[in-house]
């Protein structure tokens, strides 16, 4: 990727054509990583050139990030917000020097709709509604036991946190002995969801839970880890359904410890370069104001051999 630190705008922008700036919220997860990836590769074979910063998980630094593109008049800012709400002062600014701005991957709160042009990413609801629809067929042989789930919830105040927790209530809502017994959260990290999950072993508080909900692959790996120093055996005295579709993960769904994985596809490059285009090269067409990615689910119930080998 060019540097274009020590150039000013001007420069930039008529020696290189279209100037990117893309801030992405953090390196928490290799799903995160092949996000990132997948983005400043397509941008790359577009010969956008690109400014990359990474927030490291903190919304300050994005911001502060933000207002560098802003200063450097980039051409379009590519931004995934670290959580929903707190980036309307910084998307005005957006606004006011005529900058346009993408989302991907993760939301912003819906009252901010209209200050940036398109979001572009998973659907994060649809992937909560089809966790909680592979627990309901999985017990639906039994409707009169009555099933606990653990829910290991993802950053607080993250669009994606909020959408899968309303899909996965939405879809068990159909049935009326399965029920959210506990939630507690693991902030997307591999560290975190083992912390908190040994302090449920520690404190005798999963010996009724029946299914282990987790929001990404990360915290069910830590889960997993946590699991080893008790007698509880993954996939089958506690049920496991995880988000991301990890090749780690994908290992764990093949040796029978985890039962349901839920695809959330970071492949978001092709669909941000093309959007991009066409807003950009192709004299500011209209483009979507939300794009939506293919996504599938692989399970115990499915052809495990089928499952493609991710590069993430
Ligand atoms: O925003 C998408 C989520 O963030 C992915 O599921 C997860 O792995 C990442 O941390």
């Known amino acids: 990727l060019t540097t274009l630190s020590g150039c000013s705008p001007k420069e930039v922008t008529s020696q290189n054509n279209i100037v990117i700036g893309f801030s992405q919220s953090g390196t928490e997860s290799s799903w995160r990583k092949a996000h990132t990836k997948s983005i400043l590769d397509s941008l790359k074979k577009n010969n956008y050139q690109v400014i990359y910063r990474n927030g490291l998980m903190d919304q300050e630094r994005q911001i502060q990030d933000i207002r560098s593109f802003i200063a450097y008049r980039v051409d379009l800012i590519v931004f995934t917000p670290l959580t929903e709400d707190g980036w309307e002062p910084v ?17 912003i709160a819906s009252a901010s709709s209209d200050l940036y042009l398109s979001h572009i990413g998973p659907s994060f609801k649809a992937e909560g509604n089809r966790a909680g629809i592979y627990v309901n067929n999985y017990f639906k042989e039994q409707p009169d036991r009555e099933i606990n789930v653990l829910e290991l919830s993802g950053l ?14 939405e879809a068990i809502g159909r049935e009326q002995n399965i029920t959210i017994s506990q939630t507690v959260y693991g902030d997307y990290t591999r560290n975190k969801g083992k912390e908190v ?7 005798n508080q999963l010996a009724t839970i029946d299914v282990l909900y987790s929001h990404n692959d990360e915290m069910t790996l830590g ?6 120093d008790t007698d509880i055996q993954p996939g089958k005295d506690l049920i496991i359904v995880t988000i991301d579709g990890q090749e780690n993960i994908i290992k764990e769904l093949r040796a029978g410890n985890v039962n349901c994985v839920v695809e ?3 492949q978001a490059g092709y669909y941000v370069a093309r959007a991009i285009e066409r807003r950009l090269d192709s004299d500011h067409k209209q483009i979507p104001h939300e794009i939506y990615m293919p996504e599938t689910v ?3 119930q499915g052809d495990l051999d089928m499952i493609p080998t991710r590069n993430y």
């Open 91 to 107: 998307l005005k600014e957006a606004q006011r020097a005529g900058i346009d701005v993408m989302l991907v991957d993760r939301d």
């Open 156 to 169: 607080t105040n993250a669009s994606p946190t909020t959408l899968r927790s309303d899909g996965f209530r």
């Open 197 to 203: 999950i040994r302090e449920l072993i520690t404190n």
């Open 223 to 228: 889960a997993l880890d946590a699991l080893k």
């Open 264 to 266: 959330c596809n970071p």
């Open 298 to 300: 692989f399970s115990d």
